[in-house]
């Protein structure tokens, strides 16, 4: 596991090394270029301080071992007089001037000058003065050096207080309790840890809505559920007390359909826990016209069999993005509404339009319609709107869920549901998308 402190460290000590090395860098090639300066200028003195009265004979040849100055000196015709170190690996004849000779044994800083009748040659290793130069700057920077350590240590424990507004979150997370949803307090934290605090108290707002939204439905779905159950419970005992035939294919009838509306319902319960998050599981193209065309198909023998006239009036080509599973179960609800509210005789009629660039799906019936003061509170759930005359004779059994899946699909899909009465009187209901 990676630790944000360490990083740090490394990359700070790494970044301090290298701004060390590229200051020890700098301050060799100075001190090396000062003491090239200065090792000339006593060459140079060195020269202008030797005798100008010409040599009769050779002085003699020493070896004194010494990696210093090398000293030799010419007669005007060309004679040796003089030198210091003979196994120096010097050329045999002076350049006047300065100039770096390199041999087997290094580089030379030499200078050659005409003193009286002589001319004399000084010569100094240049490893003596890169020497010089290195120890300077070893000198300026060992300081640096032994403080790193220290220097480490100290961006660890400043890494470590920077950091500490973390650990106080994290340790606030880690002792909730997990339905504790409200907001962290984010006073008196560093601005770069603010915005990690704002995201999580926009996630703990969102989690706590869920979690609200998850009560209530779990709540509503067993109080539904429990009255078709009660009601299965009912007619199993009176298949069970049944004293003839008769009795008991009538019981057992009641039981069948029971169970049908406790399956529905549960099937309902389902499609709209499905259709609870935000997103949209897939987000493909779809054929509408296709989508809508299957799905009156599928509800076709259905339709026939309560009465009812059930087909596609108009339909033009258009596409849409979203899930075509959850676009089926919106269209198949609202096509099964109106052809269960409808009554026997009657017609539903389903179209497809675009609109300013936007499809339109229409779905318009002739049974008893909604009044317009319910056409809002009928998508809540469990809600199912008044009873009236007509609504009476069509004699169905609900669970106020469909509405309120088809609202939820149709805002994941950017989707508008719109009621209103049909031509022949019914319930009209637009989705635009």
Known sequence: MRSIRR???????????????????????????????????QLEQIAAALPSEPFSQVLGSRDTGDEGIVLQIWNRNGVLMYYSRPR?????????????????????????AIVGDNVVQLAQPVSVRNRLAANVALRTLWPLIVLLPLLGLAVWVIVGRGLRPLRRVTSALDARHPEALDPLPDQRLPLEVQPLVRALNGLLERLATALDIQKAFVADAAHELRTPLAAVQIQSQLVARAKDDTARSEALADLQAGVTRATRLAEQLLALARSEPDGVAATNAIDLRALLQDCVVAYAPLAQNRGVDLGIEASEPATVTGDADALRVMFNNLVDNATKYTPRGGRVDVSLHVE?????????DSGPGIEPAERERVFDRFYRAGASANRVRTDVAGSGLGLAIVRRIATQHHAAVKLDESATGGLQVDVRF
């Open 7 to 41: 990083q740090l460290l490394f990359w700070l000590l790494a970044l301090v090394l290298l701004g060390v090395g590229i200051a020890g860098w700098l301050i060799y090639r100075q001190a090396l270029a000062e003491a090239n300066e200065l090792f000339d200028y």
């Open 88 to 112: 120096a690996p010097l050329a045999p004849r002076a350049e006047l001037g300065f100039s770096t000779e390199h041999t087997e044994r290094g580089d030379w800083r030499v200078y050659g």
């Open 356 to 364: 300013e660039g936007h499809p339109v799906v229409r779905i318009a």
